[in-house]
């Protein structure tokens, strides 16, 4: 449990990093042709913000589809809960992981039993960040025929093996117990009955993530669904590079998402990505022919339509526990009051 406190000022610290290299860049590619760029985008800024809906449906679909039938909330209800995981994990300085953790959590109050909820978002998570590294690679690929950087080749065929390398394991670790281990882990250290009761469960979300993974179908298609989420992202870059003034093909945006998202995976500690994003976008896109004051702007149209969707969802999820606070305060005073004093009890 120790190590699980060193968390937190690591990230922060990653937070202080991207900070300053936001900063940095910000200065050397000029702030002031930066948001100039950003306030001609004009009316853009609401298409953009608009357009990210479809994604966002799509991946409230590809985790729907890991559901067992019989726990299967509405899709609706995914849809309200992935919004609300989305913008925990783009704008609260928890790392990215925090939007997931808070997917389960909101599965659990929608009334999806604790084991199913927690085994379908580490599937949801597996299948992404693998499907995410092919769609990388599909980036670097196309990079290299567009620029003609062949000194591109070796990084992306010596990268791939190992980030693949590394989703398998992650699988591997899940079909060995992953949640037994950590039980037995908080179980020995931990005090809060809070967590020992979570540990509890650690055999049953074992075994529920075996029954996700055994429906082949439904992995396949979850797969399927997010590579197109992927795509189908890459036409925002592909208007943000409009709105700044760079016309540009689709597959030049195609490579900005590709490469950029598997930048913000591998530094997954910086929360928000901040400057992590800028950066490669600027890189990127200087291969791309694309200038680094239009490029750090389009990292800017993206995080204004971050907080566009996500300060509605954060409100939102705020609302949510809110009343979920109020309604077992509420249950908690009821059996307190139901409870009748034992005149045997009161005689003796």
């Given at each position: 449990m120790k190590a699980m406190g060193k968390i937190g000022p690591a990230i922060y610290?990653?937070?202080?990093?991207?900070?300053?290299?936001?900063?940095?860049?910000?200065?050397?590619?000029?702030?002031?042709?930066?948001?100039?760029?950003?306030?001609?985008?004009?009316?853009?800024?609401?298409?953009?913000?608009?357009?990210?809906?479809?994604?966002?449906?799509?991946?409230?679909?590809?985790?729907?589809?890991?559901?067992?039938?019989?726990?299967?909330?509405?899709?609706?209800?995914?849809?309200?809960i992935r919004w609300m995981g989305e913008s925990v994990g783009n704008l609260v300085p928890a790392a990215q992981v925090g939007g997931d953790i808070l997917r389960a959590r909101l599965a659990v109050l929608y009334g999806v039993p604790i084991p199913v909820a927690t085994a379908t978002v580490v599937v949801d998570i597996t299948v992404s960040v693998l499907v995410q590294t092919f769609f990388t690679v599909l980036g670097l690929i196309l990079l290299v025929f567009s620029t003609g950087r062949t000194n591109l080749v070796l990084p992306t065929l010596a990268g791939a093996p190992l980030a693949?390398?590394?989703?398998?394991?992650?699988?591997?670790?899940?079909?060995?117990g992953m949640f037994r281990l950590f039980g037995a882990i908080v179980t020995r250290w931990a005090t809060d009955p809070k967590w020992r009761s979570l540990a509890g469960k650690g055999g049953e979300i074992d075994q529920t993530l075996g029954k996700v993974y055994a429906r082949k179908g439904a992995i396949a298609t979850c797969s399927a669904?997010?590579?197109?989420?992927?795509?189908?992202?890459?036409?925002?870059?592909?208007?943000?590079?409009?709105?700044?003034?760079?016309?540009?093909?689709?597959?030049?945006?195609?490579?900005?998402?590709?490469?950029?998202?598997?930048?913000q995976t591998v530094l997954c500690l910086v929360p928000g990505a901040?400057?992590?994003?800028?950066?490669?976008?600027?890189?990127?896109?200087?291969?791309?022919?694309?200038p680094g004051d239009a490029a750090f702007a389009l990292a800017l149209i993206r995080r204004v339509r971050e907080l566009a969707i996500g300060l509605p969802g954060l409100l939102v999820w705020q609302f949510v526990e809110g009343g979920h606070f109020w309604r077992s305060r509420g249950l908690r005073a009821t059996r307190t009051h139901n409870v009748k004093p034992n005149p045997q009890k009161s005689r003796a």
């Amino acid at each position: 449990m120790k190590a699980m406190g060193k968390i937190g000022p690591a990230i922060y610290l990653c937070g202080i990093a991207g900070a300053v290299l936001f900063t940095f860049l910000l200065i050397r590619e000029g702030a002031q042709d930066v948001i100039r760029a950003v306030a001609e985008a004009g009316w853009w800024l609401a298409v953009i913000t608009g357009f990210h809906l479809i994604p966002l449906f799509l991946d409230s679909f590809e985790w729907w589809i890991l559901f067992p039938r019989e726990n299967r909330p509405r899709l609706r209800t995914i849809y309200w809960i992935r919004w609300m995981g989305e913008s925990v994990g783009n704008l609260v300085p928890a790392a990215q992981v925090g939007g997931d953790i808070l997917r389960a959590r909101l599965a659990v109050l929608y009334g999806v039993p604790i084991p199913v909820a927690t085994a379908t978002v580490v599937v949801d998570i597996t299948v992404s960040v693998l499907v995410q590294t092919f769609f990388t690679v599909l980036g670097l690929i196309l990079l290299v025929f567009s620029t003609g950087r062949t000194n591109l080749v070796l990084p992306t065929l010596a990268g791939a093996p190992l980030a693949i390398g590394a989703v398998a394991g992650f699988y591997a670790l899940q079909r060995l117990g992953m949640f037994r281990l950590f039980g037995a882990i908080v179980t020995r250290w931990a005090t809060d009955p809070k967590w020992r009761s979570l540990a509890g469960k650690g055999g049953e979300i074992d075994q529920t993530l075996g029954k996700v993974y055994a429906r082949k179908g439904a992995i396949a298609t979850c797969s399927a669904v997010t590579m197109l989420s992927f795509v189908v992202g890459s036409v925002e870059v592909w208007m943000g590079l409009h709105a700044v003034g760079v016309p540009a093909s689709f597959d030049r945006a195609l490579i900005l998402e590709s490469v950029g998202q598997g930048v913000q995976t591998v530094l997954c500690l910086v929360p928000g990505a901040l400057g992590v994003r800028e950066g490669g976008y600027i890189v990127v896109g200087g291969l791309l022919g694309i200038p680094g004051d239009a490029a750090f702007a389009l990292a800017l149209i993206r995080r204004v339509r971050e907080l566009a969707i996500g300060l509605p969802g954060l409100l939102v999820w705020q609302f949510v526990e809110g009343g979920h606070f109020w309604r077992s305060r509420g249950l908690r005073a009821t059996r307190t009051h139901n409870v009748k004093p034992n005149p045997q009890k009161s005689r003796a």
